[in-house]
């Protein structure tokens, strides 16, 4: 099979009109994050956004792959489920005391974050959206 140079060659005009479009579309749809605040709280009213990461060319990936990785989402999304559902196996796995959070920074915070909210019992707030952006 003969594969199609990667990316494309093409002048700079359609680039610049590409990520435009790409990038605009990202900043319509809510793909975006606020800027870095280099430490400092943020302003109360936002007044810039970033958009997300994106690749103009993302790398080409074979179609049967693909439809492999659909086949395998299911029982992905059940075992996910399963183990994130598991508190004491988390905790086991994850925890800040005795296990991989003792010794990676970043997971023994989010498994503290976890573990306060767990335990003080705070709600979660569950939405169901239609691809727009959660309204907080």
Known sequence: MLLP????TLPIE????????????ALACGLLYLPPTNGQPLPPIPASAIHAPFALFPTPFP???FERAQRLQHIYNVLYARVASDDAFLDDILGADTAVGRVDQ????LWRIWKDLRDNRLPQVSTLTSGSS???
């Open 5 to 8: 140079k990667w990316p494309p």
């Open 14 to 25: 359609q680039i610049d009109y590409l990520t435009l479009q790409a990038t605009t579309y």
């Open 63 to 65: 179609r049967a792959l």
């Open 106 to 109: 970043f997971v023994g915070s």
């Open 134 to 136: 959660a309204p907080y």
